[in-house]
């Protein structure tokens, strides 16, 4: 069974910055996808980034371009969205996911596995 497990939400002020983190465990990630996707109060999940674990391919959704980078550390099963430039449109909570792979990267109910999320507030 996959668990990830979310960590390095908070309150940042406009034009700040904050690394997310998920740590996967339970199999052998190779050939996974890993991805986050954010929800914002009445809004629905949307898709902010993926990792395809094979060949380091990245994708961003168009708003977070630029700002937001997804890596990962092989040695503990861990992916980062380091997210730079944070604007209070990005308040939202973040959710770590993963698949192997998903169908569609930017539909939510593609993907299998889930985090409990991390709460990321921007406000001065």
């Known amino acids: 069974q996959v668990q990830l497990v979310e960590s390095g939400g908070g309150l940042v002020q406009p034009g700040g910055s904050l690394r997310l983190s998920c740590v996967a465990s339970?199999?052998?990630?190779?050939?996974?996808?890993m991805g986050w996707f954010r929800q914002a109060p009445g809004k629905e999940r949307e898709f902010v980034a993926a990792f395809r674990w094979s060949d380091n391919t990245t994708y961003y959704a168009d708003s977070v371009k630029g700002r937001f980078t997804i890596s990962r550390d092989n040695a503990i099963d861990t992916v980062y969205l380091q997210m730079n430039s944070l604007k209070p449109e990005d308040t939202a909570v973040y959710y770590c996911?993963?698949?192997?792979?998903?169908?569609?990267?930017?539909?939510?109910?593609?993907?299998?596995?889930w985090g409990q999320g991390t709460q990321v507030t921007v406000s001065s």
């Open positions: 996911t993963a698949d192997s792979p998903p169908m569609y990267y930017s539909d939510s109910d593609s993907w299998d596995y």
């Open positions: 339970g199999r052998t990630f190779s050939s996974y996808v």
